[in-house]
């Protein structure tokens, strides 16, 4: 990475964090406390974005090899799975599962879109732009499910014990464990989808970034001496 990319990457993941810290305080100082809060996939899955952020945010100042990319397209597929199912499933009026809008306070509405949309787009920029690309593979797109179901699981047990439910697509109290075993079925397809759909740009984007610019900073390798082959053991070639 060059170091104006390297700068540039720095300035997109601290945006990141300022956004997701912004966004929770923001929405903190509604009726919601932070302990309140966070049950919801939203606020985890931006407190997941926002570490991993810092952390690489961390590791290209100093000019570290960026983390795994794997982890990057997880942390990246659920801060993308928070905007759009929030603007698609819960505040789309057409949804059967769209949620009413409280009418907020401008700092809470503020800290509303910083988390479901103002931070997935800086996430998702910063993984297209910066991540390495063609390490992606098919499979990840499964094992990414691993945390959505994590939480589907946390949010029944948990509905068990307050008889409260985050969202109304896994509220076992209204629809039933038949109903909420649909709707699950339902969304880890789509999550499944949205995966193989990262796979399927990381591949493309490297098609067009085969030989990446090379880093200024980097230590150049000396030359060959003169009337020496560049290459170990190559016998001179006689003229004529």
């Not at 949620?99 to 931070?119: C, F, I, K, S, Y």
């Not at 949010?155 to 649909?182: C, K, S």
Request: aromatic content about 12%.
């Amino acid at each position: 990475m060059t170091l104006r990319r390297r700068r540039l990457a720095v300035a997109f993941r601290l945006a990141i964090v300022i956004g997701v810290l912004a966004g929770i305080v923001l929405t903190a100082l509604g009726p919601a406390t932070v302990t309140g809060l966070l049950p919801y996939f939203t606020i985890q899955s931006n407190l997941a974005v926002g570490l991993f952020a810092g952390y690489a945010a961390w590791q290209a100042a100093r000019r570290r090899p960026e983390p795994p990319s794997a982890l990057k397209g997880a942390v990246t597929l659920y801060i993308t799975i928070t905007g759009v199912v929030y603007h698609l499933v819960l505040a789309n009026p057409a949804s059967p599962f769209a949620m009413t809008q409280p009418d907020r306070a401008p700092g809470e509405a503020v800290g509303n879109q910083l988390l479901h949309t103002v931070v997935p787009l800086l996430a998702v920029a910063d993984w297209t732009l910066f991540d390495p690309r063609g390490r992606l593979r098919p499979r990840y797109a499964l094992w990414w499910l691993a945390f959505p179901l994590a939480y589907l699981g946390f949010a029944l047990v948990r509905g068990l014990i307050v008889h409260r439910y985050p969202y109304p697509f896994i509220d076992a109290g209204q629809l039933g464990y038949d109903g909420v075993a649909v709707s699950a079925v339902f969304f880890a397809v789509a999550f499944w989808l949205l995966g193989l759909l990262f796979v399927g740009v990381d591949r493309a984007l490297s098609r067009w970034v085969t030989h990446p610019p090379a880093d200024p900073d980097a230590p150049v390798e000396a030359a060959p001496p003169a009337g020496r082959s560049a290459q170990p053991g190559a016998m001179p070639r006689a003229d004529g």
